[in-house]
């Protein structure tokens, strides 16, 4: 008797054997693939080459029923079906079968070829141009300084002169950390929305004289677009000495630039105004494209504007003061500079959409290895 779940063999004839091996086989192949440790392997053997209770005893029963005429074909396609099955039993032999692709694959390495090379990464654009821009701020005797991206209110804005209620503020709106409201509003957290609350940071630590660059993420509730990213990354500065004046500044921001863009570049400084600087002022560079002459990229002006500065108001002095009396502003003076960085890197590079600097997408990035 066989088990129900191996195919009947009805007459003789070439189309039922062929149906009937192929389904017996399909089984035995169904089963061996399931067939994966050892135990697993001495099961199959047993249920199906078994000297006793073997299928392939069974089966051979049916063999030897064959008409006369008809044992010879029957026999063949036996002993085809046995030679198939018995060595993918054999636990040894059913190894050395299975990894075969990779054997094979092992047995044709050609170790004269050179290896797989693994690609080497790379500075992002982005993290380039802002170690770039330090990099020419240290050669000055700068320093590199670093805050936290979640501020309190005091130093985001207190402490750099923006009182509760300035109008300023509303230029640099922000994400707030939730549930805070039994706090003093001068101790709530928020994303800061530049990297100037690390001046106060660095003042309060060390005294005058200071010399420091500080790279980092900054978060603004501004709608993104082609320039525009509500999460964006600015360079810092801040020197604060006896007698530092507006030349200084001028002088410092000036060869900057030139190290930066090339020592064609010009600059010149428009009034502006920020809380924290007085008087304040925005730069900017002679069209890196055009040489001033006037294009698409600087609007026909001839001039880019590349960042914000000033001389740090004696008002943020003298806050920082009660904790670090050296920065007298009676005493000291000193001039702070802050830059986007997505602005230069685009222009740098001839990036049109800021969100590329963003996307991970390798197309673009190779393009800086
Ligand atoms: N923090 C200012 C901004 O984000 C830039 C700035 C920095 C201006 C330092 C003056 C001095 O807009």
């Given amino acids: ?126 993290i380039r141009t802002m170690n770039e821009i330090v990099t020419v701020f240290a050669a000055m005797g700068y320093s590199v300084g670093l805050g936290p991206e979640v501020e309190t209110d005091y130093y985001n804005f207190e402490s750099l002169n923006f009182p509760p209620g300035h109008p300023a503020r509303d230029t640099q709106d922000t994400l707030v950390i939730a549930q805070q409201e039994r706090k003093p509003l001068r101790d709530r957290l928020l994303m800061r929305t530049h990297t100037s609350p690390v001046q106060i940071h660095t003042m309060e630590q060390q005294p005058p004289p200071l010399r420091i660059v500080i790279p980092g993420k900054v978060h603004r509730n501004d709608a993104a677009d082609a320039t525009h990213s509500p999460i964006f990354h600015q360079v810092e500065g801040l020197c604060v000495d006896t007698n530092i004046t507006f030349s200084d500044l001028k002088g410092t921001l000036d060869h900057a630039m030139k190290a930066f863009f090339g020592s064609s570049v010009k600059t010149r400084f428009f009034p502006s105004f920020f809380p924290f600087t007085e008087p304040s002022a925005d730069v900017q560079i002679s069209c890196i494209f055009c040489g001033g002459r006037g294009c698409r990229k600087c609007k026909q002006s001839g001039w880019i504007e590349l960042l914000g500065c000033g001389m740090v108001d004696p008002a943020v002095f003298g806050l920082v003061a009660r904790q670090q009396p050296a920065y007298d502003p009676k005493k000291i003076s000193g001039f702070a500079f802050g830059m986007g960085v997505e602005r230069i890197a685009m222009m740098k590079y001839g990036i049109g959409d800021i969100s590329q600097l963003y996307s991970g997408d390798m197309r673009f990035l190779e393009q800086f290895r």
């Avoid at 192929?22 to 249920?47: N, V, W, Y």
């Avoid at 018995?86 to 059913?94: F, Y």
Wanted: aromatic share 4%; net charge negative.
């Fill in 1 to 126: 008797m066989q088990p129900a779940d191996l195919p009947e063999l009805k007459d003789y004839s070439p189309a039922s054997l062929d149906s009937y091996f192929g389904g017996i086989l399909a089984l035995f192949e169904k089963e061996a693939a399931a067939a994966g440790t050892p135990d697993e392997l001495e099961q199959l053997r047993i249920r199906w080459i078994g000297r006793k209770q073997g299928l392939l005893v069974g089966i051979s029963e049916d063999v030897k029923k064959a008409p006369a005429d008809q044992r010879r074909e029957v026999g063949k396609r036996f002993n085809a079906l046995k030679s198939a099955i018995e060595p993918r039993c054999d636990p040894e032999q059913a190894q050395a079968r299975t990894p075969s692709a990779a054997e094979s694959a092992a047995e044709s390495i050609d170790i004269t070829l050179p290896g797989t090379r693994r690609a080497l990464g790379a500075e992002h654009p982005l």
